[in-house]
């Protein structure tokens, strides 16, 4: 970790959510300026940090920020673990580096400048508020077999959760992990090679911990996050865990198929039974739902039958 932000991490280590802290005591504790102090806060603020100043007060964290434990994370991790405090893209990383890579290495940062939802759209991701990550994964099958892969990803991401105690969880069809029905995580699945007998993938996920307000206004969706939680999970052991359940689920996958997770898909699945509606642009179809098939399709029942839709351009939105 370089001096940039080993310094910042120090002074966020002793701000609140709570109660301010003087600049002063600050300085005393890393003994250095009030004029360099200024410098860090406002480079946070930067990094999408929201930090309240107050003159004769000090200085207030919006919302908790629970930093990753490197240390901890790396040395309990029994897979390469490259961890950042800032990326432009942990999807991108893995990607540019997959030759050097093997099944279950994981890339981790603080901050991404340039983070990839689906469609291409941004994902925020201020400094110390969330989770991003991308683990890389070769698939000994063919490219036809990872298509129900995130649905496997959603499944590994909620037991972790419900696992910490994390209630009113829900998946969203193809790739969303939901909060009291608003959106509380994500997937990127990004292919980087592929032949008749193996799929190089990078999973991309992002998790929203603690959001501020100031970040909460630029998100065109409903969202929620873990900070409602009489006590929210610890960042480094979330992690931990995840990966741990991720290479069960996808080791699992890879000798049995999506139809290991049916149940799984069906227990969490947001709309399973509900009126529905595909916006397939420029066309929709309406219907009961009725889960997913072994292929990772969603059913749609309606007076035509059941019938299965995949595609990257489906969303599902409630009748």
């Known amino acids: 970790m370089n001096d940039h932000w080993l310094r910042k991490r120090q002074i966020l280590a002793l ?3 709570v109660a301010f802290v003087s600049g002063e005591a600050i300085a005393q504790q890393l003994s250095i300026t009030r004029a360099a102090i200024n410098q860090h806060i406002d480079a946070l603020k930067d990094y999408g940090v929201e930090i309240y100043s107050v003159k004769g007060k000090g200085y207030k964290l ?11 994370l790396v040395n309990t991790i029994d897979d390469r673990c490259f961890y ?23 890339c981790i940062a603080e901050y991404q400048s340039a983070g990839r939802g689906r469609r291409g759209r941004q994902w925020l991701s201020p400094y110390g508020h969330h989770i991003y990550a991308s683990l890389f994964w070769r698939l000994n099958h063919d490219l036809s077999y990872a298509s129900g892969l995130s649905l496997v990803v959603g499944c590994s991401i909620v037991k972790t959760l419900q696992n910490l105690g994390v209630e009113g969880l829900g998946l ?52 929620n996050d873990l900070s409602s939680m009489t006590t929210m999970p610890d960042k480094t052991q979330l992690l931990v865990n995840l990966h741990q359940q991720l ?17 799984r898909w069906n227990e969490n699945d947001l709309f399973i039974n509900r009126e529905i509606t595909l916006l397939m642009s420029p066309n929709s179809i309406s219907g009961i739902c009725r889960g997913i098939d072994k292929q990772g399709a969603i059913l749609i029942e309606n007076e035509q039958g059941i019938s299965a839709y ?10």
Do not use: C
């Not at 629970?66 to 901890?72: D, K, Q, R």
């Not at 950042?84 to 994981?106: C, K, P, Q, V, Y």
């Open 247 to 263: 290479k069960h689920d996808l080791a699992l996958f890879e000798q049995q198929g999506l139809s290991a997770f049916l149940a």
């Open 310 to 319: 995949v595609g990257g351009e489906i969303s599902v939105r409630a009748s």
């Open 172 to 223: 969203k069809w193809p790739n969303d992990i939901y909060l009291d029905h608003k959106k509380l995580a994500g997937i990127l699945i990004e292919l980087n090679h592929h032949s008749v007998e193996q799929v190089e993938l990078v999973i991309g996920f992002g998790i929203n911990m603690s959001m501020s307000a100031q970040q909460g206004e630029l998100i065109d969706q409903p969202w």
């Open 62 to 72: 919006a919302t908790p920020i629970s930093l990753i434990n490197e240390n901890s």
């Open 84 to 106: 950042f405090d800032e990326i432009t893209s942990t999807n991108e990383f893995m990607l540019g580096h997959a030759a050097e890579l093997a099944s279950g290495d994981i």
């Open 15 to 17: 701000l609140s959510h």
